[in-house]
């Protein structure tokens, strides 16, 4: 049975950082590609960055890019969501999910976790 477990959701104040993992279990991780997707109250859920299964390759959104850093920990079966300079437009629930192959659309992933809040005040 696969599990994603995603942990380090919270509150902060703008500006501030976030460090969200998300631990796998029940599949070979390193032969999953990774992705992290948010979803706001009343809005769709969307793209926030992926990491191949060797960590070459690292699609950001428009929104994450030179704020957010995506990683992976193969050892650890753990894929790590760093947040940087936070906005209050990034207030979301964060989702990890897990796919065969590399992709940035939500619907080609097979696995999916239990989300974690991330609230940001101004």
């Known amino acids: 049975q696969v599990q994603l477990v995603e942990s380090g959701g919270g509150l902060v104040q703008a500006g501030g950082s976030l460090r969200l993992s998300c631990a796998a279990s029940?599949?070979?991780?390193?032969?999953?590609?990774m992705g992290w997707f948010r979803q706001a109250p009343g809005k769709e859920r969307e793209f926030v960055a992926a990491?191949?299964?060797?960590?070459?390759?690292?699609p950001y959104a428009d929104s994450a890019k030179g704020r957010f850093t995506i990683s992976r920990d193969n050892a650890k079966s753990t894929v790590y969501l760093q947040m940087n300079s936070l906005k209050p437009e990034d207030t979301a629930v964060y989702y990890c999910?897990?796919?065969?192959?590399?992709?940035?659309?939500?619907?080609?992933?097979?696995?999916w976790g239990q989300g974690t809040q991330v609230t940001v005040s101004s």
């Open positions: 029940g599949l070979t991780f390193s032969t999953y590609a």
């Open positions: 990491i191949s299964r060797s960590g070459g390759s690292t």
């Open positions: 999910a897990a796919n065969r192959w590399h992709n940035i659309q939500a619907n080609a992933y097979d696995y």
